[in-house]
């Protein structure tokens, strides 16, 4: 009967480890196999003072290395573009523009978990096992320097499906992604932005 035992629980262990392990495979397989995407999202922040969770919703396409778009539509509209040498912010409440060279911001920010290349040099993943019928994988960014301590990915047929992300000022981002379609024709101008006439710009 101790044999028994004995043997269910190493059995148990293995499969447990062996589940833990299918969120990195998936999530390489995701790096590996799509190099564009685009879909919709929803982002609730919610932050460590325990005030009320800010909530938004809006939709997202990438394509590596490097290019995103990233749009809130609701509560409030802003676009964040990049073209993989540059990034956009603009918010068209106040008409104003921010511009800044891409750099090495995006391998010390979430959007490289989506859009990054080469993404295990800016970060190191390890198994954060299952739940909720996804398999998650933690992606903790190499650099001190950034604004977020770890990033955790639950990912469902190759695909991530949420994201957590826990940033060094107390705050977790929580955002569901949906109707994901990969390696889907992007068009052209899709990762391009031109600043509205009349708007204000900031940065290079």
């Known amino acids: 009967m101790r044999t028994h035992i004995l043997i269910g629980g190493l059995l148990s262990a293995f499969i447990a480890q062996s589940a833990l392990a299918l969120g990195i495979d998936q999530f390489r397989v995701f790096l590996q196999a799509t190099k564009q995407a685009r879909g919709s999202f929803t982002q609730t922040v919610m932050a460590k003072s325990g005030r009320k969770p800010q909530q938004s919703a809006g939709t997202f396409a990438f394509a590596r290395p490097g290019k995103f778009r990233w749009s809130y539509d609701k509560p409030y509209k802003q676009l964040l573009v990049s073209d993989g040498r540059k990034l956009w912010s603009f918010d068209p409440d106040l008409n104003q523009v921010t511009v800044r060279k891409l750099g090495d ?14 993404l295990e040099d800016n970060f190191t993943l390890i198994d954060a096992g299952a739940a909720d019928g996804l398999q998650f994988v933690e992606a903790v960014p190499v650099s001190k320097e950034g604004t977020f301590q770890s990033v955790r990915i639950g990912l469902k047929d190759n695909l991530p499906r949420m994201m957590e992300v826990r940033d060094n000022f107390g705050q977790t981002t929580v955002i569901h992604l949906g109707q994901i379609e990969g390696n889907v024709a992007l068009p052209a101008d899709t990762f391009r932005f031109t600043p509205p006439k009349g708007a204000d710009v900031v940065g290079e």
């Open 105 to 118: 911001a995006l391998g010390s920010s979430p959007a490289a978990l989506l859009a990054g290349d080469a």
